[in-house]
């Protein structure tokens, strides 16, 4: 299953094009379609994701637009996944709480927005990030901006869960 994850296109709804067809390139159509908040908007005036199985969540910039949850849990085959943009969990000063939560609702990913900063780190059963424990192996992923050109591949095999990054313009 191959997954594709972005946050923060802030209006650049051409870059959703743009990824979408960096995507295709690869030979494989995503499974699901991920977007962690801050340009729902842009969702419905992006033509590339017509047929597509989307799933959001809302950011801090989406007040006005839809009625999106602001954190979701996603099955991806036989694991599960936290999305959430981040903001109402301070996620730009500490991933402490995002993690807490993904800790309570013992999910395999954490995928959050928001920082505009593209972040992976795999966090080993009995390990520890800021003081948070967490009892099964855990992936934090955030694919950064896409209206920085940043967006993040997700993918799902009886192995594991595996993350990328990928840009627009390099």
């Given at each position: 299953m191959n997954v594709v994850v972005f946050s923060d296109s802030h209006g650049r709804e051409e870059y959703i094009g743009?990824?979408?067809?960096?995507?295709?390139a690869c030979g494989d159509?995503?499974?699901?379609v991920l977007f962690l908040g801050d340009g729902?908007?842009?969702?419905?005036?992006?033509?590339?994701?017509?047929?597509?199985?989307?799933?959001?969540?809302?950011?801090?910039?989406?007040?006005?637009?839809?009625?999106?949850?602001?954190?979701?849990?996603?099955?991806?085959?036989?694991?599960?996944?936290?999305?959430?943009?981040?903001?109402?969990?301070?996620?730009?000063?500490?991933?402490?709480?995002?993690?807490?939560?993904?800790v309570r609702e013992n999910v395999d990913a954490l995928l959050y927005g928001h920082t505009h900063e593209p972040f992976e780190r795999m966090l080993d059963a009995g390990e520890s990030l800021e003081g948070i424990r967490v009892s099964k192996p855990?992936?934090?992923?955030?694919?950064?901006?896409?209206?920085?050109?940043?967006?993040?591949r997700l993918s799902v095999t009886a192995q594991g869960l595996a993350v990328s990054h990928g840009n627009l313009f390099g």
């Open positions: 743009q990824m979408m067809a960096r995507v295709s159509r995503p499974t699901h729902l908007a842009d969702l419905g005036r992006a033509p590339a994701l017509d047929g597509e199985s989307v799933l959001a969540v809302r950011g801090n910039c989406d007040f006005l637009a839809g009625d999106e949850p602001e954190t979701r849990i996603v099955g991806l085959g036989a694991y599960r996944a936290l999305m959430m943009h981040g903001h109402t969990l301070g996620v730009k000063h500490s991933l402490a709480n995002a993690v807490a939560l993904a855990l992936v934090i992923f955030c694919p950064g901006a896409l209206k920085d050109g940043s967006f993040g």
